[in-house]
């Protein structure tokens, strides 16, 4: 098997225990702060998929991009942080 492809796939098992760990959370804690930190998870984990489809071919990226990086690889890379970030920020206010 292909190293990357392996490397994906042990990502994809870590990354969906985080996820489920994360919703079960989210259950239990039902803040705001929390459920962008939730959210944050869950989108990275579904920018681990995109990114294995694109890698194996069954998805193409978009043709317009920033910088020469396609846009939806931007967005998959900006979302997940800007929610951890607010997520933090919503923290601190709260403190």
Do not use: H, N, Q
């Not at 492809?5 to 989210?26: E, H, Q, R």
């Not at 489809?53 to 690889?73: F, K, M, N």
């Amino acid at each position: 098997m292909e190293p990357r492809i392996l490397l994906f796939i042990i990502k994809l098992i870590t990354g969906g225990i985080v996820a489920f760990l994360a919703i079960l959370l989210m259950s239990k804690k039902r803040t705001v702060a929390w459920s962008f930190m939730v959210s944050g998870f869950l989108l990275t984990y579904a920018a681990l998929v995109y990114d294995l489809l694109i890698e194996l071919g069954v998805l193409t990226t978009t043709r317009y991009g920033i910088a020469g990086i396609p846009l939806s690889t931007v967005i998959c890379t900006l979302l997940p942080a800007l929610c951890y970030i607010t997520a933090f920020i919503i923290m601190l206010i709260k403190r």
